[in-house]
């Protein structure tokens, strides 16, 4: 098995400014991209770029996937909030209560992104980028590990998180109840292989649940989706 998580891709009005924001909190470089308008690459033990597309379309509803941001004490907090508000974040309300100790912002494209409070358990052994915490079922956490190869570092009732081995953030699913689906989703998971092995792969992740949306097309990229129905893109290197 040879695919892996390539990217995190972002819909975006306004790639660059988004990426220029992403850029500015975690440290990560600009590169070219042929599958991006605008694209980082990380500085750090994460895995994966992330990916910057133009849409005309405005975000009307909540993200599916949001970062989650670490913290070693509260001043460190107090400054990581500091910061994104700096460029260009703002505080939203997505039913947090007021006595959870996570700030909840949006980045310039209205992505939201929590900066946790210091002492995370959960994400002691992780970096600054602690997760990527997603809207999905069990069967979800299950396929991806599946898919990717990445072992469950989480399982505990509906709740799931797998792991590259290699390290970098953890990717969690809540579980239920899940929001409802409002179509594509902003952010989205690109997983790659070699080009002599697409289709066995696509073969693979459809026997593991997945449905193929779009394909083969003439880019080279494959739209499916997973067994929750949420959109990911399988791209030939």
Do not use: Y
């Amino acid at each position: 098995m040879t695919l892996r998580l390539d990217a995190v891709t972002v819909d975006a009005q306004e790639p660059d400014e988004v990426a220029r924001f992403w850029a500015g909190m975690l440290g990560w470089r600009g590169v070219d991209d042929p599958w991006a308008d605008a694209a980082l690459e990380p500085t750090d033990d994460t895995g994966f770029r992330l990916r910057f597309l133009r849409v005309d379309a405005p975000k009307v509803s909540q993200n599916r996937i949001h970062p989650e941001l670490t913290s070693d004490d509260l001043e460190h907090q107090e400054r990581t909030v500091a910061r994104a508000l700096g460029l260009g974040a703002r505080h939203v309300d997505v039913g947090q209560l007021p006595e959870e100790g996570h700030v909840v912002l949006a980045d310039p494209g209205g992505n939201e992104l929590c900066v946790l409070e210091p002492g995370s358990t959960f994400l002691a052994d992780c970096g600054f980028l602690g997760d990527l915490s997603c809207d999905g079922t069990h069967a979800l956490g299950v396929f991806w590990s599946e898919a990717l190869g990445w072992p469950l570092v989480w399982d505990e009732g509906e709740e799931t998180a797998i792991r590259s081995p290699h390290g970098g953030p953890k990717i969690a699913w809540g579980g239920p109840p899940l929001m409802p689906s409002t179509g594509r989703d902003r952010w989205r998971f690109d997983v790659a292989c070699a080009a002599a092995e697409v289709r066995d792969e696509v073969d693979r992740l459809v026997a593991l649940g997945a449905r193929v949306l779009d394909g083969p097309p003439a880019d080279g990229s494959w739209a499916l989706a997973d067994v929750d129905g949420t959109e990911f893109r399988l791209l030939a290197d």
